[in-house]
């Protein structure tokens, strides 16, 4: 699988908004699914979108859906997740995550997370 670097994180206020950018490490995303997920210490990692290999097709979990978007630039070799209406909850470290499946919408088809982006949302 291709290794992946997150960036973009940071700290927000409630309210508003950040883009997260997911770029493969010495290789190509274009033939593969994407996923974002993220944790807080102590809790289990959450699955909360993937996108397929060309775009087409996303999921997001429902504890978010409206509020992110995920989307892809396989020209730039880079999968993006807008974030948007941020809570204090969303505060934990993202992580994103390549893989050859087609179903880019179970979150145990990808298993090679990056290292992760800090987000933090201050109330």
């Known amino acids: 699988q291709v290794q992946v670097v997150e960036t973009g994180g940071g700290l927000v206020q409630a309210g508003g908004s950040l883009r997260l950018s997911c770029t493969a490490s010495g290789g190509t995303l274009s033939p593969y699914s994407v996923g974002w997920s993220r944790q807080v210490p102590g809790k289990e990692r959450e699955f909360v979108a993937g996108v397929s290999w060309s775009g087409d097709s996303t999921y997001y979990t429902d504890a978010m859906k409206g509020r992110i978007t995920i989307s892809r630039d396989n020209a730039k070799n880079t999968v993006y997740l807008q974030m948007s209406n941020l809570k204090p909850e969303d505060t934990a470290v993202y992580y994103c995550?390549?893989?050859?499946?087609?179903?880019?919408?179970?979150?145990?088809?990808?298993?090679?997370w990056g290292q992760g982006t800090q987000v933090t949302v201050s109330s």
């Open positions: 995550a390549a893989s050859a499946t087609t179903y880019y919408y179970f979150s145990s088809n990808y298993r090679s």
